[in-house]
T-cell receptor, first 114, second 111 residues
């Protein structure tokens, strides 16, 4: 089946630094990818929709300058958390729409900002 | 506003004790309803897509059903390895391909 590879799975960074998370579709082309944030025991909160070759569409309340999204190819989207702070610590997940069977998700990235 | 509500929030079962998880939705028009399984520290894993009322799908010990207002995920004779959080999501007609997720049901199956 379709696979979305997300890296890194875990990252710890110092406050004020930037962290890049990659999401790759391995065996299909994804013109659209989605980035979610998930807090403990909470649902997936959509942050932005990443469109290949164009600007991402951010959900209300998500800071565009803090969460930079780049979708430079049909198989790669990246999320960069800039000037990270402890409140940015969370579980970030990407997904891509793959055919009629819905969305394929990456394995997630646990970000801890210290 | 489109809403997806899952119940119960948490469920503890003994191995072999069958039960059902509920996903009720309020949307302008349903394009599809998805069920996912999520293990701790992992991304959601696709289980089923349902498109119309009356539709049913099965996979091993899981069976998903759909009505005009809700979906059930029936778990028959669960095993400890079925322990996970089960997420429901809906996609509405006339909109973009962005699903709305419920908060999930955390299932623990005791041996």
């Amino acid at each position: 089946g379709a696979v979305v590879s997300q890296h890194p799975s875990r990252v710890i960074c110092k406050s004020g630094t930037s962290v890049k998370i990659e999401c790759r579709s391995l065996d299909f082309q994804a013109t659209t990818m989605f980035w979610y944030r998930q807090f403990p025991k909470q649902s997936l909160m959509l942050m932005a929709t990443s469109n290949e070759g164009s600007k991402a569409t951010y959900e209300q309340g998500v800071e565009k300058d803090k969460f930079l999204i780049n979708h430079a190819s049909l198989t790669l989207s990246t999320l960069t958390v800039t000037s990270a702070h402890p409140e940015d610590s969370s579980f970030y997940i990407c997904s891509a729409l793959q055919g009629a069977d819905g969305y394929t998700f990456g394995s997630g990235t646990r970000l801890t900002v210290v | 506003e489109d809403q997806v509500t899952q119940s119960p929030e948490a469920l503890r079962l003994q191995e072999g004790e069958s039960s059902s998880l509920n996903c009720s939705y309020t949307v302008s028009g349903l394009r599809g309803l998805f069920w996912y399984r999520q293990d701790p520290g992992k991304g959601p894993e696709f289980l089923f897509t349902l498109y119309s009322a009356g539709e049913e799908k099965e996979k091993e010990r899981l069976k998903a059903t759909l009505t005009k207002k809700e979906s059930f995920l029936h778990i028959t004779a669960p095993k400890p390895e079925d322990s996970a959080t089960y997420l429901c999501a809906v996609e509405v007609t006339g909109g973009s391909y962005i699903p709305t997720f419920g908060r999930g049901t955390s299932l623990i199956v005791h041996p």
